[in-house]
């Protein structure tokens, strides 16, 4: 059902809403664009959970679901903890691991350093496809702010108790730039 309405949303939204656009002002577009910019980049994770899984199973091998249930997490640092496993894991061991073994001074140089590698590998494809340093900006502060509150959440010991609530107040740092890259 979801990969209909995926379909469906890239075939018909975005001239819905551009002509909507026209008639509607730029305050009350604003929840329309980030409520298809959510559903666009919800259903597309599933469709890559999915496109990831079905060639290892042809060969008989089970791979490991990309996400674990990231929206159940309590806290910032969980929700990373679940949150594109594959890449999670790359990272941690190129960027973290190796600031984190110089001692315990660099732990958090270690985690604020990972989230801007994985803000660069974000930014790129923004920038290759011309928005410019504004759109490039808003992408970088996105993964900035949630590299802050995870280090402040495991230097201070106060969890940010909905993570739901954090990804909504940051989500349009990271959905804006994506929306005006495809177009919508």
């Known amino acids: 059902m979801w990969v209909i309405g995926a379909i469906a ?3 018909i939204l975005p001239y ?3 002509e909507w656009n026209h008639g ?3 305050v009350m577009m604003w929840p329309i664009r980030l409520a ?3 559903f666009h980049f919800y259903s597309s994770l599933n469709i ?3 496109v990831y899984q079905i060639p290892m199973s042809f060969a008989g091998h089970a791979l490991p679901s990309l996400f674990r249930s990231p929206f159940a997490a309590s806290s910032v640092s ?3 903890r679940r949150w594109n496993i594959v890449i999670q894991g790359m990272l941690h061991s190129t960027v973290y691991r190796p600031c984190a073994s110089w001692g315990e001074s660099m732990r958090f140089p270690g985690v604020l350093l990972t989230f801007l590698a994985s803000g660069v590998l974000h930014i790129y494809p923004i920038w290759l496809s011309g928005l410019g340093v504004t759109q490039c900006v808003l992408m970088g502060a996105f993964f900035l ?3 802050l509150c995870v280090c402040l959440e495991n230097s201070k010991g106060i969890p940010v108790n909905d993570a739901r609530i954090f990804a909504a107040l940051t989500s349009p ?3 804006e730039p994506f929306l005006r890259a495809f177009q919508l």
């Open 9 to 11: 949303s890239r075939i």
């Open 16 to 18: 819905t809403v551009s």
């Open 24 to 26: 509607i002002s730029t």
């Open 36 to 38: 298809i910019g959510i």
């Open 48 to 50: 890559l959970d999915t």
């Open 78 to 80: 969980e929700f990373w």
């Open 145 to 147: 702010a949630q590299g």
């Open 173 to 175: 740092l990271f959905i």
